[in-house]
């Protein structure tokens, strides 16, 4: 096994387990229900606590992204803190009964946070060591970050059962644990310039861009233009199908005399463009121009519209499951509210966590495969996402109460 296989498999496994410390915000209800109840929070603020929860992992979001691009390290290290600090706060509240509704979403926001940056930065590192491979990479953090609830949930309803301090005594250990992992594990794949070396033939050898081949080189919006001043002609490598060119440089006229040459005889004109890094004024242009443009509100308009009730019903399924437990039970149902909302739970991360891993490799194969667009991901979650919708509206429509 070489170098670089062994580290790919790291940084797939250590992605794998800092998404899953990360994924905890979709456990929130699973413990808020008892939280609330603990800390004697009233009905009128438990949508600030949700809301919080957001704020943390939504409005914050563009900060742990910058956090991220500048090192995915530091961000891994910022949000294992971020988590260990809200955990605390949420245990210390819970044990003390205290229902101090801005300091609980203070906490709140700090686990959403926490959460972003770690994952964030899991995603990214992914993207980056795989990048012919996108889709499937980062299937795999993404898909741990779903699962995390489940497995969360069911540790917690299979050994802490009703204690709830000792749980969020573990979450404290576990989440900013795995969270850390990144902050020691997660290495960015740089692009690596060779120095110019000098050749016996007097040519001086363009810089070798590793891991670029010169297909991958000449991709790159450039613009290499070799004129040949006697004859006025212009050759382009791009005209050319399949040519291969090497950039090289001659150093001096003494070179080409020596070969029998003038500069007089012809002139050869290089110029390769846009090859250095975009300053840092030039990336902020670019990010202003992409967020500003209709392409970016279209595509945010759409992930809104499918996961945002989504992960509203993922943030309010403990107090649905209660309300609607009560109101079977007042006909003699005899459901337990905990088992339910823990089944419910386990459902929607386990299918969010199928769904997130196959749909990596389904776009990956309809781009490889069949030449489709990435987007036919969309078109299939929509649909999806619209039946469901009908199962649901028609069922509630209609309850049906079955002891």
């Known amino acids: 096994m070489t170098d670089s296989t062994t580290s790919a498999g790291l940084l797939i496994l250590s992605a794998a387990l800092v998404s899953l410390g990360t994924g905890t915000p979709y456990l929130y209800s699973f413990w808020a229900p008892q939280f609330i109840s603990q800390c004697q929070i009233n009905a009128g ?31 891994c290290a910022i949000g294992s803190g971020a988590t260990l600090l809200a955990y605390i706060v949420v245990k210390i509240c819970y044990d003390r009964t205290i229902g101090n509704v801005p300091l609980i979403s203070f906490a709140l926001a700090r686990i959403g946070f926490g959460s972003v940056a770690g994952f964030y930065a899991a995603v990214k590192c992914c993207t980056a060591m795989f990048p012919r491979n ?13 699962l995390s609830a489940m497995i969360y949930s069911t540790i917690g309803t299979t050994i802490f059962k009703q204690e709830e301090s000792k749980f969020f005594v573990f979450l404290i250990l576990s989440c900013p644990a795995l969270i850390a992992v990144g902050a020691t594990s997660f290495v960015m794949p740089e692009t690596k310039y060779e120095p110019i070396v000098e050749d016996s033939s007097g040519l001086q050898a ?33 005209a050319h199908e399949g040519a291969t060119l090497s950039p090289y440089k001659i150093r001096d006229d003494d070179d080409l005399t020596q070969r029998g040459l003038t500069p007089s005889s012809f002139d050869i004109d290089t110029k390769i463009e846009d090859m250095h890094t975009p300053s840092s004024n030039q990336l902020e242009i670019t990010i202003k121009q992409q967020v500003l443009s209709a392409q ?21 399924v403990g107090f649905l499951v209660t309300s609607e437990v009560e109101y ?18 386990t459902i929607l991360s386990l299918f969010s966590f199928l769904g997130r891993l196959t749909s990596g490799t389904i776009s990956d194969f309809l781009v490889k495969r069949w030449q489709l667009h990435r987007l036919w991901n969309i078109a299939i979650a929509a649909f999806l996402a619209i039946i469901a919708s009908l199962i649901l509206m028609k069922n509630f429509d209609s309850p049906a109460i079955t002891p």
């Open 45 to 75: 603020s438990v949508s600030t606590l949700s809301y919080s929860l957001n704020i943390g992992s939504c409005i914050l979001g563009p900060l742990a992204g910058y956090i991220v691009d500048q090192s995915p390290k530091v961000a």
């Open 206 to 238: 363009a810089p070798v861009i590793e891991g670029l081949s010169n297909a991958d080189i000449w991709s790159k919006n450039m613009n290499l233009n070799i004129e040949l001043r006697d004859t006025g002609k212009t050759f382009s490598p791009g």
């Open 134 to 146: 996108r889709g499937s990479a980062t299937a795999i953090p993404i898909a741990m970050y779903a």
């Open 296 to 316: 970016f509100f279209s595509y945010y308009l759409v992930l809104m519209i499918l996961q945002g009730f989504g992960q509203m019903y993922i943030y309010s």
């Open 328 to 345: 079977a039970n007042s006909f003699g149902a005899g459901f337990n509210a905990e088992t339910i909302q823990s089944i419910q739970v």
